[in-house]
């Protein structure tokens, strides 16, 4: 998926305008939804400064003009409010308080097209959420408590996900407690919306804070779950995976040995039991071998495709995504022989996975895994892993099925920058992907890190100009 293009969302904004400007033909003349549109576009880059111009002017124009103007409605309001909630702007949840409070006085004072909704503290929720002070969990329950006090605006799913994932995020398991009064609530509250798919994303969400107590936060809440009677659901394979996913992204150092552990406890349960609410799929094998990638553990290439080599035995086909991960085992350890190992399991992929498969799943992240491992081998054979890597970056250029991302030029760069010694081939290496990356127009700010990393002062001032990693031009 594309990201939003709010320029040229604002481009046919104005040319809608314009054109309605020179006919006043009143069926292409901008509506609520125009503009709601052109604010979303906006809010999802975290521009909110922008969507609040774009709303002040629709409140000017609708003052000044009532009836040839379009009057903000709440869905105006909500998209200004997102977008503070994806804003990095420090001042974001005191800013989006501020709005909420523009709305609750226009609402109170007779402006019911402005009344908050659930929406709308969602997004406040949000903006705390997602910042940084100490207080957020506080004012985030006290946000909840007005929720509940009104009738039309009543915390729904999303409420109690946010809450719960900036309890975490700020207080981690300190607010264990808390956080399973919060889940008991929300089952008594709106049952019909408490189910795996609630668990299954919380659990994303919780992983996400970067507290390291995420997983054993979510395990809490799986053992309560498992034992309580106040809440009466049916644990889900995806429920298992999300936790599963959650130690892998821990960085504890029982990561692993936990995740497998889990998912050794949903196997028997399924062959024991004949539970097939918890049988494993490819994405519990895949998260339990991602963990093992992220761990650096001496052995992970081996636990890797030992997972490979049981889940196929237990009657579970690895994907792309799988064999990425164990590729990933091995070019994340010290091992002197890692990149060949790296190829040796992308060939056996490429044996059981047929190309055309392998381009829907996303197969470029495997070669790029590779090349990573070739990047950081700093023993063994290092011409051996600079081959392979270049025979990686040319069978990806050169494939019609595969096309190379930022990542792919990003990690070829860093691949020349450090198993290249410095010289004038180095140099125009780097040039030449450098521009060739251009020309597939994925340049991003961290190809242009690893550019910068790569070359020398002159090359890089002489490709990027007044270019920085952050501004870069749309033609690129």
């Not at 196929?312 to 890692?338: E, M």
């Not at 047929?354 to 790029?368: K, W």
């Not at 990690?411 to 010694?421: A, N, R, Y």
Request: net charge negative; glycine share 4%.
């Amino acid at each position: 998926q594309k990201p939003p293009n709010p320029l040229l969302a604002q481009a046919y904004f104005d040319k809608l305008e314009q054109l309605y400007e020179r006919s006043r033909n009143e069926q292409i003349k901008p509506d609520i939804y125009s503009y709601g549109t052109l604010l979303n576009a906006w809010a999802k880059t975290g521009d909110a400064k922008r969507a609040e111009e774009i709303l002040r002017t629709m409140h000017e124009n609708y003052k000044s003009d009532p009836t040839n103007s379009v009057k903000p409605n709440t869905l105006c309001f909500n998209e200004v409010l997102y977008a503070w909630a994806k804003s990095s702007d420090r001042a974001s949840a005191g800013r989006a308080e501020m709005i909420l409070q523009l709305m609750e006085d226009m609402a109170a004072a007779g402006n019911v097209d402005v009344k908050p909704e659930t929406r709308t503290y969602n997004f406040v929720l949000l903006a705390w959420a997602n910042s940084d002070p100490q207080e957020s969990p506080d004012r985030i329950m006290d946000i909840l408590e007005l929720m509940k006090e009104d009738e039309t605006a009543k915390p729904n799913a999303s409420s109690y996900k946010t809450a719960i994932a900036a309890l975490v995020k700020q207080r981690g398991s300190e607010a264990t407690n808390s956080i399973l009064d919060l889940v008991h609530e929300a089952y008594e509250s709106i049952p019909w919306q408490i189910d795996n798919q609630f668990f299954a994303s919380l659990f994303y969400l919780m992983c996400k804070s970067n507290n390291q107590a995420a997983a054993s936060v979510a395990e809490t809440i799986v053992d309560d779950l498992k034992t309580t009677t106040l809440i009466d659901i049916d644990l889900e394979t995806r429920v298992y995976n999300s936790l599963i996913n959650c130690w892998s992204k821990s960085g504890e150092r029982m990561a692993p040995t936990r995740a497998e552990e889990i998912l050794q406890a949903m196997y028997e349960d399924y062959k024991n039991n004949n539970n097939e609410l918890v049988k494993p799929n490819v994405a519990t094998f895949t998260s339990v071998i991602d963990a093992w990638a992220k761990s650096h553990d001496p052995h992970a290439g081996e636990k890797g495709e030992e997972w490979i080599d049981r889940m196929i035995k237990w009657g579970v086909a690895p994907n792309v995504l799988t064999y990425t991960a164990a590729i990933q085992c091995y070019g994340r350890s010290n091992r002197a022989d890692k990149t060949f190992r790296a190829v040796q399991m992308l060939k056996r992929m490429k044996e059981v996975i047929d190309s055309t498969e392998r381009a829907e799943q996303g197969v470029v992240g495997a070669y790029n895994a590779v090349m990573n491992a070739a990047e950081f081998t700093t023993k063994g054979n290092l011409e051996e892993a600079f081959r392979v890597a270049c025979l990686m970056f040319d069978e990806v250029r050169s494939s019609d099925d595969i096309a190379p991302d930022d990542v792919t030029y990003g990690t070829f760069m860093g691949v020349i920058s450090e198993l290249m010694p410095s010289s004038e081939l180095r140099n125009e290496m780097i040039a030449l992907v450098f521009k060739r990356c251009c020309s597939d127009g994925q340049l991003s700010p961290v190809v242009v890190k690893k550019f910068q990393e790569a070359s020398d002062r002159e090359l890089y001032l002489e490709l990027m100009g007044e270019a920085r990693a952050h501004s870069i031009p749309p033609s690129w």
